[in-house]
């Protein structure tokens, strides 16, 4: 089965430009949450969504920040403009809503801003 | 103060040994527990969770967890070089995880 699909693996690029950032969940999950993790900070929770609607976004750091949710297989993080603090590894997972719960993490996307 | 707190480590320990990996948390509602471990340049892989107090085994991990005292742990027995990697101690509350920094495990062949 497939896990969690991310997409780009890397991505490099400039101060002020636009990142998006992809997410596939696991097929029949209904939770998805976007990570960022840093050497500094650790993993931090940025947003979680339950079918689709952002429930908590008060881990989005600034309103540079973004996500989506349009349907059950997709979602997006976008980061505009981008700032060299924003270099870190996102990653997103999945889960059920209910019973255990377990967090299954994607492959994350390498960000670097220059 | 932190929620869940880790020794960052690195705890080595040889080849062939148990490793002892240990979290506490303060949440006293907590009622779901985690262990993930994260090799360098990787993302989280879960292997174990637990939900009851005392111990839990699967293989060579055992998650042993004590909600009167507020700390779960991972045992690791017969640990093998491959085992080398960062051991992130994950407690649910509500619908969030709430991770700790992680412990550097060295296993020494």
């Known amino acids: 089965d497939a896990g969690v699909i991310q997409s780009p693996r890397h991505e490099v690029t400039e101060m002020g430009q636009e990142v998006t950032l992809r997410c596939k969940p696991i097929?029949?999950?209904?939770?998805l949450f976007w990570y960022r993790q840093t050497m500094m900070r650790g993993l931090e929770l940025l947003i979680y969504f339950n079918n689709n609607v952002p429930i908590d976004d008060s881990g989005m750091p600034e309103d540079r920040f973004s996500a989506k949710m349009p349907n059950a297989s997709f979602s997006t993080l976008k980061i505009q403009p981008s700032e060299p603090r924003d270099s870190a590894v996102y990653f997103c997972a999945s889960s059920l809503s209910t019973g255990a719960r377990e967090q299954y993490f994607g492959p994350g996307t390498r960000l670097t801003v220059t | 103060q932190k929620e869940v707190e880790q020794n960052s480590g690195p705890l080595s320990v040889p080849e062939g040994a148990i490793a002892s990996l240990n979290c506490t948390y303060s949440?006293?509602?907590?009622?779901?527990f985690f262990w993930y471990r994260q090799y360098s340049g990787k993302s989280p892989e879960l292997i174990m969770s637990?939900?009851?107090?005392g111990d839990k085994e699967d293989g060579r991990f055992t998650a042993q967890l004590n909600k009167a005292s507020q700390y779960v742990s991972l045992l690791i027995r017969d640990s093998q070089p491959s085992d080398s990697a960062t051991y992130l101690c994950?407690?649910?509350?509500?619908?969030?995880?709430?991770f700790g920094t992680g412990t550097r495990l060295k296993v020494l062949a």
């Open positions: 949440d006293r509602v907590s009622q779901s």
């Open positions: 097929s029949g999950h209904n939770s």
């Open positions: 994950a407690v649910m509350e509500a619908y969030k995880y709430i």
């Open positions: 637990i939900y009851s107090n």
